[in-house]
């Protein structure tokens, strides 16, 4: 238990809202999670979570069992008794671009009648620079001051990410205030970096930015070992092990996807233009990235002798359709990117993922229109032309290949994007391989 335990309100229970809320109370903190979705508080208030995050569950259990964290419906109940109230809702992509902003000014706009004297406001979710001066325009309380708060969690690890993270990053015009926010972190043992709320928004984009940009850097180092006939992972090895570099986030695949890449790299392109500046490498980014994709096209294509634009009679099994393995996350999947792009050149998609099976939510649902889901995973080979390997679950190597091989059509290549078969097995039961980098 912390030395003073603080009451807090987290205004939307998405991944991010939800681990925060989950681990602060962890922590020690009383918290009041509130969400304008009916039905997901009903779900939470029944013990059920609304997405798959590992360990989250357990907190979230042991935390209401010791009457530490509630689930209330809309964002003023869970902001009314709190000192210290943070903003998760989506920042989702407009049309240009640029971060919407609308659920975080609606959400400023519901707590703003009801904040205590005093209180901390703070922006957890990812928002442009200068969007802490929006919120504090919206509240119109001169006696609450509000604080940037970036999170740092990644999807499938967000727990661990939150208890255990490389730093935590605190940008406040006020000393106090921030240092308030950063008191919430005493049980974890972190730097805790404090700045002006500027720089703590821009660190956010930066670090995503950066992050994706090695992912890119590593897939545009793939093509070139295939162009010269060299092999990525040696490559990575090599660089990878220069310190300078570092080893993670460059391993080669579809491209990156998720909820955040994706739209944060779209909106620091954005952020940087609107104030002038022509951020050329992170446009570079994010064209490696969109060609990645055509490239895994191309691949299939060649694995089954045609033009990507002429894929029909064609069957490709699919292994794997989130984007990226431990979450159940469609967003902005390359898997879909890629399956959409094949389906739209004539080709039929069979698939398997640990996660569709089951009822589909309508999202997910929508998301899959026209991919025929199977439950099992040796499924995906029946009379196939080609396999692809969309997303690295570790249980995918586990396959029976000579089966895979029996039930395929003759010739059939495995397109491994996660480079995780070892190519010398895939060869050995008779099929073709192709991965990214590899000789
Ligand atoms: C990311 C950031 O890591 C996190 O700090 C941020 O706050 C939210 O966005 P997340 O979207 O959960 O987290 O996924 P992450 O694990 O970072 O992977 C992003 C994408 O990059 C995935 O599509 C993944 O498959 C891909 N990736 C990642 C690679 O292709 N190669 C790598 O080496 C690492």
């Not at 995050?53 to 069992?65: N, S």
């Not at 990878?240 to 944060?264: M, V």
């Not at 649902?365 to 499924?379: F, Y």
Request: with cysteine; charged share 25%; glycine share 10%.
């Amino acid at each position: 238990m912390p030395s003073t335990s603080i009451r807090l309100g987290v205004v939307g229970t998405g991944y991010v809202g939800l681990t925060t809320g989950a681990c602060f109370a962890h922590l020690g903190h009383h918290v009041v999670c509130g969400d304008i979705d009916e039905h997901k508080i009903e779900q939470l208030n029944s013990g059920h979570l609304p997405i798959v995050e590992d360990g989250l569950e357990q907190i979230v259990v042991d935390a209401r069992q010791l009457g530490r964290l509630e689930f209330v419906l809309g964002a003023a109940g869970a902001a009314a008794d709190a000192d210290i109230v943070f903003l998760c809702v989506p920042t989702p992509q407009s049309e240009d671009g640029s971060a919407d902003l609308s659920y975080i000014e609606a959400a400023a706009r519901s707590i703003a009648p009801v904040l205590k004297p005093g209180a901390v406001v703070v922006n957890k979710s990812t928002v442009p620079v200068g969007s802490t001066l929006v919120v504090e325009a919206v509240l119109q309380r001169d006696d609450v001051h509000v604080v940037s708060n970036p999170e740092f969690l990644r999807e499938g690890t967000a727990v661990r990410d939150f208890l255990l993270p490389d730093r935590v990053v605190i940008g406040s015009a006020d000393r106090a205030a921030a240092e308030r926010v950063g008191e919430l972190y005493a049980n974890i043992d972190t730097p805790v970096l404090i700045t002006d709320p500027a720089s703590a928004e821009t660190i956010k984009y930066a670090a995503n930015g950066f992050l994706a940009m090695k992912i890119s850097f590593v897939n545009a180092v793939a093509a070139m070992c295939e162009a010269v006939g060299a092999d990525v992972a040696a490559v990575v090895d090599g660089i990878g092990s220069d310190k300078r570099i570092g080893r993670q986030f460059l391993s080669p695949g579809p491209g990156w996807g998720g909820s955040c890449f994706p739209k944060d790299s779209r909106a620091l392109v954005k952020i940087a233009e609107e104030h002038g500046y022509n951020f050329s490498m992170m446009k570079g980014v994010v064209e490696v990235n969109d060609e990645q994709r055509m490239r895994m096209v191309d691949k299939v294509a060649r694995a089954v002798g045609r033009h990507h634009s002429n894929l029909s009679g064609v069957t490709v099994g699919a292994m794997g359709l989130t984007f990226k393995a431990g979450t159940d996350d469609l967003r902005e999947s390359p898997a879909i990117a890629i399956i959409d792009e094949l389906r739209r050149a004539g080709a039929t998609v069979r698939a398997f993922d640990p996660t569709t099976c089951g009822e589909l939510t309508s999202h997910r649902a929508a998301a899959l229109a026209g991919v025929e889901l199977v439950d099992e995973l040796i499924e995906v080979a029946d009379d196939a032309d080609v396999i692809c390997v969309f997303t690295e679950w570790p249980e995918f190597t586990k396959v029976d290949l000579d089966d895979v091989a029996e039930r395929a059509r003759p010739g059939t290549t495995i397109v491994d994007m996660r480079n995780m078969f070892d190519p010398s097995d895939v060869k050995d039961a008779g099929l073709g391989y192709d991965g990214v980098g590899r000789r």
